[in-house]
């Protein structure tokens, strides 16, 4: 069975700082492609962030230069600096990882985790 599971989030002034994690852990054989998604209330999930498993990142234009997103593949970790927040940047956030769970097959199946709540407000 595999678990992601978040950490990191609380209340934050607007122009502050947060810094989220995530963990998976459980059998499976490796992860792939990892990412931060968002849900503010009354709207759609949206991606934030995405990290492959070479480095390389996706930000939406609208959030680049203010989150960055990185990863310890020894730790099975991914992490989003978030810089600048402003309000709208309130949401629940979901870590979402692509994990093989056995080398017989060179299928990846998403998983997430249960989010974690960040609140920016004064």
């Known amino acids: 069975q595999v678990h992601v599971v978040e950490s990191g989030g609380g209340l934050v002034q607007p122009g502050g700082s947060l810094r989220l994690s995530c963990a998976a852990s459980?059998?499976?054989?490796?992860?792939?492609?990892m990412g931060w998604h968002r849900q503010a209330p009354g709207k759609e999930r949206e991606l934030v962030a995405f990290i492959g498993t070479d480095g390389t990142t996706k930000y939406p234009e609208s959030l680049k230069g203010r989150f960055t997103i990185s990863r310890d593949n020894a730790k099975n970790a991914l992490y989003l600096q978030m810089n600048s927040l402003n309000p709208e940047d309130t949401a629940v956030y979901y870590c979402?990882?692509?994990?093989?769970?056995?080398?017989?097959?060179?299928?990846?199946?998403?998983?997430w985790g249960r989010g974690t709540q960040v609140t920016v407000s004064s």
């Open positions: 979402n990882a692509w994990i093989r769970i056995t080398d017989d097959t060179s299928n990846y199946s998403p998983f």
């Open positions: 459980g059998r499976f054989f490796t992860i792939g492609g």
